[in-house]
């Protein structure tokens, strides 16, 4: 079994060093860069080897794999890096047969930016198919749709994806050396299977008494399944997320990772706009009214689109199960209180707490990158849409955000 990273910035080195550090020799991690130059400063300066800071302690590990996408005519063509090459020579490098991989992809980890990940998951279209694992770390939403409408539209050839919702805090003290900043939790889940497979199947298991029912690796495949092959990748990519203990990784039901990523999507769509436009750190904020007053708007927005959102789905699934079966007898969940406004603006405060931390998004604007607004606050107008409820906090946020980076810095005053 082979395991690929694709995006190595904080989250994707950590991720990428605890799979080594986790994984026995005979499964593979290869770290991924889009161009030979970006393998080639990588090499000079970790020489294959990722360290991860803890508390002014640092641990190395070594033993990747590195491949680069654009040394290739074909499309999805891994090249293995040559590390004996000078700068000048990648220009003009021509790999031998041997280094050009062409082969399946049976796991690939996406930690990239969500505003680049259908470009790069295009691009490995040709090595992904329905053995295929895709783990998405992103704590936007909306990303995976995007990907099912864009890049694989067939669901019969789909890979399998596993969404994650990420809270370990790190960040990129150089290249290869990352800071585990504040440890957290890594919840991640199953997308339901198109070719209708329970991963879920054991927490239904009416044989069980509720205290005993838990996932089991055994509902995804086991040996002798007729389907073993087609699930296997799956299978051992999960057991792999499974070993990552010091990330606080945890297999959970997929309804309760989709409450997770609503509640870490709700804390950026605050977070990180309002920081890029004030140009502050994350503890500056909900010091005045203002700030405190755009923070409950948007937790109230926010909580609202859920609520109508899982009445719409809770609907649908009712409707699904035929005229002969009562609604009324059907136990249907209420709201989670952790989706309630009030809830939800405590957890963006818990979150502010961290004084020191610059956004991602105050990164983006200073240094005159593309924001990432069209997954946080963007997600929620479409959403709005959707349903039927206006948005027009998120909306504004939204164009003020727009507002803010089509202003180049050295004309602001």
């Known amino acids: 079994m082979g395991f690929y990273v694709l995006g190595l910035g904080a989250v994707g080195t950590l991720i990428a060093y605890h799979l080594r550090a986790a994984l026995p020799p005979s499964q593979s991690v290869t770290l991924i860069h889009k161009s030979y130059k970006n393998a080639w400063v990588a090499h000079r300066r970790c020489r294959g080897v990722l360290s991860v800071e803890t ?47 062409t082969d399946p992809i049976e796991a690939v980890f996406v930690t990239a930016r969500m505003i680049k990940t259908t470009g ?154 309002l920081t890029a436009l004030m140009a502050c750190r994350n503890g500056a904020l909900f010091r005045d009214r203002g700030s405190a007053s755009i923070l ?7 909580s609202e689109l859920f609520r109508a959102q899982l009445e719409k789905e809770t609907k649908s699934w009712i409707d699904a199960l035929g005229s002969d079966v009562d609604p009324s007898q059907i136990p249907v969940g209420r709201m989670p209180f952790e989706l309630e406004a009030k809830h939800l603006s405590e957890e963006v405060r818990r979150a502010a707490r961290r004084r020191g931390n610059i956004s991602t998004m105050l990164f983006d604007i200073t240094h005159d990158r593309p ?8 997600y929620l107008v479409g959403l709005g849409k959707h349903l039927g409820i206006p948005t027009p906090v998120n909306m504004t946020l939204c164009n003020l955000v727009h507002m803010r980076r089509a202003v180049p810095v050295e004309r602001r005053l």
């Open 296 to 302: 409950q708007n948007v937790c109230k927005e926010a």
């Open 55 to 101: 508390g002014g302690v640092i641990q190395k590990c070594g033993g990747f794999q590195v491949e680069v996408l654009e040394k290739h005519d074909r499309p999805g063509t891994g090249v293995v890096f040559n590390p004996s090459l000078t700068r000048e020579q990648t220009s003009n490098y021509v790999p031998a047969v041997d280094d050009i991989h």
């Open 120 to 273: 790069l998951l295009s691009q490995l279209l040709p090595r992904l198919n329905a053995n295929s694992t895709v783990v998405l770390f992103q704590n936007g939403m909306g990303i995976f749709e995007e990907l099912v409408q864009q890049v694989f539209r067939n669901p019969e050839t789909r890979p399998n994806f596993i969404l994650a919702s990420n809270t370990n805090g790190a960040w990129l003290k150089g290249t290869g050396h990352v800071v585990h900043a504040e440890h957290g939790s890594l919840e991640f889940g199953i997308v339901s299977d198109p070719r209708k497979r329970d991963f879920e199947a054991s927490l239904t298991d009416e044989t069980k008494p509720k205290y005993e029912r838990h996932l089991s690796l055994d509902d995804i495949t086991r040996p002798g399944d007729p389907s073993y092959d087609q699930y296997r990748g799956l299978r051992e990519t999960v057991e792999a997320l499974n070993s990552l203990d010091t990330l606080g990784a945890k297999w959970c039901p997929m309804a309760d990772v989709q409450n997770a990523m609503r509640r870490k999507l709700v804390v950026d769509a605050v977070i990180e706009p």
């Open 371 to 378: 924001t990432e607004i069209q997954y946080l606050n963007g």
